[in-house]
């Protein structure tokens, strides 16, 4: 059973930034992964993923602002936030597939981490 955990959340102003941290049991050689989060009262939506292949796509909503990246010896992805706005304001979690691709949505991937959240606010 692949183990993913979050961590970096916080309350952070308007303007401002913050870096999530997803770290794996397993290898990321075999999987790929992605961002999603999810506001009060609304699905949950993938944000950025990096495929096995180490490509990466983003959400419109973030592009330009935010930035993932993968760092396989320590089993770690990142999602850099910048510019953050106060409707980034929800629970981000990480996800892995074994797919070689992005996948198309929340059912795509297998594995979930525990959440960690985000507060933009002034």
């Known amino acids: 059973q692949l183990q993913l955990v979050e961590s970096g959340g916080g309350l952070v102003q308007p303007g401002g930034s913050l870096r999530l941290s997803c770290v794996v049991s397993?290898?990321?050689?075999?999987?790929?992964i992605g961002w999603f989060r999810q506001a009060p009262g609304k699905e949950r939506e993938r944000v950025s993923c990096?495929?096995?292949?180490?490509?990466?796509n983003y959400a419109d909503s973030v592009k330009g602002r935010f930035a993932i990246s993968r760092d396989n010896a320590k089993r770690t992805v990142y999602l850099q936030m910048n510019s953050l706005k106060t409707e980034d304001t929800a629970i981000y979690y990480c996800?892995?597939?074994?797919?070689?691709?992005?996948?198309?949505?929340?059912?795509?991937?297998?594995?979930w981490g525990q959440g960690t959240q985000v507060t933009v606010s002034s």
């Open positions: 990096t495929s096995r292949l180490s490509t990466t």
């Open positions: 996800a892995a597939r074994s797919g070689s691709s992005c996948g198309v949505g929340v059912t795509s991937y297998t594995y």
């Open positions: 397993g290898s990321l050689d075999y999987y790929t």
